[in-house]
């Protein structure tokens, strides 16, 4: 059985921000974050992805009601919904947020881990 081209034509128009995001979010593993041009690119990266996928999710919801597959139409409700959802939470970050920097983001976790380890359990007596 062939595919319906309208569907599969929906589904191409959801996977490409999901691919844009695939592949321009790991350029931002090989630099530093503390650079704020660097973290207003990553955020306006993530700010036209979850654009870009809000759009697309609709697109692909009016595809698949004028098929009349309604599974998929909330599915991709459910995508664009979360989109709109996930800009507006990233949107509310202030724009100066304060950044910790530290030399060795292991050992930072670690002693993080530790700290909150002593502040929650009580300490164990042999």
């Known amino acids: ?16 921000p999901m691919g844009y995001c695939l592949l321009a979010a790991p350029a931002f593993l090989l630099v530093r974050l503390d650079i704020p041009p660097v973290t207003q690119l990553l955020r306006g990266l993530f700010n036209a992805y979850f654009l870009l996928l809000a759009i697309a999710g609709v697109i692909g919801m009016v ?12 599915g991709l409700g459910l995508i664009a919904a979360f989109a709109v959802v996930a800009r507006r939470k990233a949107a ?18 670690n002693d993080l881990a530790r700290a909150a380890r002593a502040l929650r359990l009580p300490p164990v007596q042999y």
């Open 92 to 109: 509310a970050m202030p724009q100066g947020a304060p950044l910790l920097i530290v030399d060795d983001v292991l050992v930072a976790l």
């Open 63 to 74: 595809a698949f009601a004028v098929e009349g597959r309604l599974v998929a139409v909330v």
């Open 1 to 16: 059985m062939m595919p319906d081209p309208v569907l599969l034509f929906a589904m191409v128009i959801v996977l490409l």
